[in-house]
Every structure is written in C-alpha cells, then in structure tokens.
T-cell receptor, first 108, second 111 residues
Framework: AQRVTQPEKLLSVFKGAPVELKCNYSYSGSPELFWYVQYSRQRLQLLLRHISRESIKGFTADLNKGETSFHLKKPFAQEEDSAMYYC??????????FGSGTRLLVRP | EADIYQTPRYLVIGTGKKITLECSQT?????MYWYQQDPGMELHLIHYSYGVNSTEKGDLSSESTVSRIRTEHFPLTLESARPSHTSQYLC??????????FGQGTRLTVV
C-alpha cells in the first residue's frame, strides 16, 4: 500500500541551526511529492512540491528515488519556521496521502 | 477573493444529534475533499468529489455522508453524532495538477 512516513513527531533546534525534516514514501509508480505547513492558528498550506524544484522560505526538498525519500531542508532555521510540517504523496489525480506530521520548534 | 470556507470552526454537540459541517469554495475547482485528522496523527481522506453529483468514499471508513449539488458547496453530514466522531475535519479543493487548498477546519467534539 502507498504510504508516507515521517519518523519524527517533534524536532527541536536552535535558531540558525540546520534543519532536516525526514519523509520516506512507498509507491509503486512515479511519485509526486509535496510538503505542506501549518503555522499556529493558520490553515494547512502548500510549502513546496518536488516537480517545481524551487526554494520557498529557504526550504528545499530533493526527491531521492533510490532511498524513496523527500526530506525537507533549511540551512539556517528561523523562529518563524516553527510549525507543523506534513509530507504528502499524490497517489492519483485526486488523492493525496499525508504523513503524520513533524512539529518543528525553533528556539531563540 | 478566491478561498475555501468551513463553518463552524468549533462545534460541541450532544450524542445522537444530526450535524452538518459546511464547506464552500470560490476557487472554481472541480475536485473537493474531506479529511479527518486526530491530534498528532495523519490526515485521512474520508470523502472526495470530482464534480457536481459525484461523490466517493475515501480510504478511511466514515459514517458521515456528503453531497455535491453545486460546484462550490460540499457539506458533510453525520446523522447521529457519537463521541467516536470527535475529531478535526478539513475540507479542501483542487484542480487538475494543482495542489489541494485547505479550509480552516472544523473541530468537532461530541459529548
């Protein structure tokens, strides 16, 4: 079955430290992967998608098909990055499968 | 402004009551979704719709039902609420090859 795994429920780092939020997936086809973010008291929103190969708010994510991973990275964390981050896999044209999320806490 | 709206944001209701969670979008997207999320857990797809008069059940079995009479409206109904229905319900909309846009969610508590 298709699955998205985020092994860390909580990741705590100090401001300025590098951040890596892990995401592994299982999918038999060609995957389309996303990172969503939810800031406190805000709705879930798209952060980035792998097909765009873009950097948003300093975050990047590279799809590694060999390791079936799509880890989210940022070289220098900021306090405003504190949020819940969800990795998601598009299984078909309509269905998004989400991981359980990782709470990132950036301490001053 | 193009957006997706969910009402109510919070609902506390007694066991056995019938409830309808509203979801409306002004984005013009054909596809709409309902996800259920327990605290600290992943989002589970419970219903989706390709367009008007199209509704399908998602991966997570749910006692709720949905309807899609108009493109912009995708309400979710529980005929008889139970404490096990306590959860957060997220509505989303999307078009072909676009990401899902989420509403603010409805946090339901059944007492």
């Amino acid at each position: 079955a298709q699955r998205v795994t985020q092994p860390e429920k909580l990741l705590s780092v100090f401001k300025g430290a590098p951040v890596e939020l892990k995401c592994n997936y299982s999918y038999s086809g060609s995957p389309e992967l996303f990172w969503y973010v939810q800031y406190s008291r805000q709705r879930l929103q798209l952060l980035l998608r792998h097909i765009s190969r873009e950097s948003i708010k300093g975050f990047t994510a590279d799809l590694n098909k060999g390791e079936t991973s799509f880890h989210l990275k940022k070289p220098f964390a900021q306090e405003e990055d504190s949020a819940m981050y969800y990795c998601a896999l598009r299984e078909s044209s309509y269905k998004l499968i989400f991981g359980s999320g990782t709470r990132l806490l950036v301490r001053p | 402004e193009a957006d997706i709206y969910q009402t109510p944001r919070y609902l506390v209701i007694g066991t056995g009551k019938k409830i309808t969670l509203e979801c409306s979008q002004t984005m013009g997207h054909d596809k709409m979704y309902w996800y259920q999320q327990d605290p600290g857990m992943e989002l589970h797809l419970i219903h989706y719709s390709y367009g008007v008069n199209s509704t399908e059940k998602g991966d997570l079995s749910s006692e709720s039902t949905v309807s899609r009479i108009r493109t912009e409206h995708f309400p979710l109904t529980l005929e008889s609420a139970r404490p096990s229905h306590t959860s957060q319900y997220l509505c989303a909309a999307g078009g072909p090859n676009t990401e899902a846009f989420f509403g603010q969610g409805t946090r339901l508590t059944v007492v």
